[in-house]
């Protein structure tokens, strides 16, 4: 199933290896959408109008929880793991969501 996904989203070792040797992937913090490194992050703050917020807080997605950045398509789209299930936020909705690498 997953292997899907990683030749879908371009999930790439060599971006991924370029990425974690950056100084600016080794600890982000700013918008979902900016974030190129895998692995576990926090969500730090929501932003946007009050009906995009209200979506986010419906999907789980509210600051201080923790998820985990499954594929970066460099801001077009992103799969985010939470609560046990996972989303696939556009890019409007990943550049509302301030997050902290963990």
């Given at each position: 199933?997953?292997?899907g996904i990683n030749k879908k989203c371009s999930c790439i070792a060599?971006?991924?290896?370029?990425?974690?040797?950056?100084?600016?992937?080794?600890?982000?913090?700013?918008?979902?959408?900016?974030?190129?490194?895998?692995?576990?992050?926090?969500?730090?703050?929501?932003?946007?109008?009050?009906?995009?917020?209200?979506?986010?807080?419906?999907?789980?997605?509210?600051?201080?929880?923790?998820?985990?950045?499954?594929?970066?398509?460099?801001?077009?789209?992103?799969?985010?793991?939470?609560?046990?299930?996972?989303?696939?936020?556009?890019?409007?909705?990943?550049?509302?969501?301030?997050?902290?690498?963990?």
């Open positions: 199933m997953f292997k060599k971006k991924i290896r370029h990425c974690t040797t950056s100084d600016k992937c080794l600890k982000h913090h700013g918008p979902l959408s900016e974030t190129c490194r895998l692995g576990k992050l926090k969500i730090c703050k929501l932003t946007g109008d009050r009906r995009e917020c209200a979506k986010m807080a419906a999907l789980g997605l509210l600051p201080g929880q923790e998820a985990e950045l499954l594929c970066a398509r460099n801001g077009s789209q992103c799969l985010l793991k939470i609560h046990g299930g996972t989303l696939s936020l556009d890019q409007n909705t990943s550049n509302n969501i301030i997050v902290e690498t963990i």
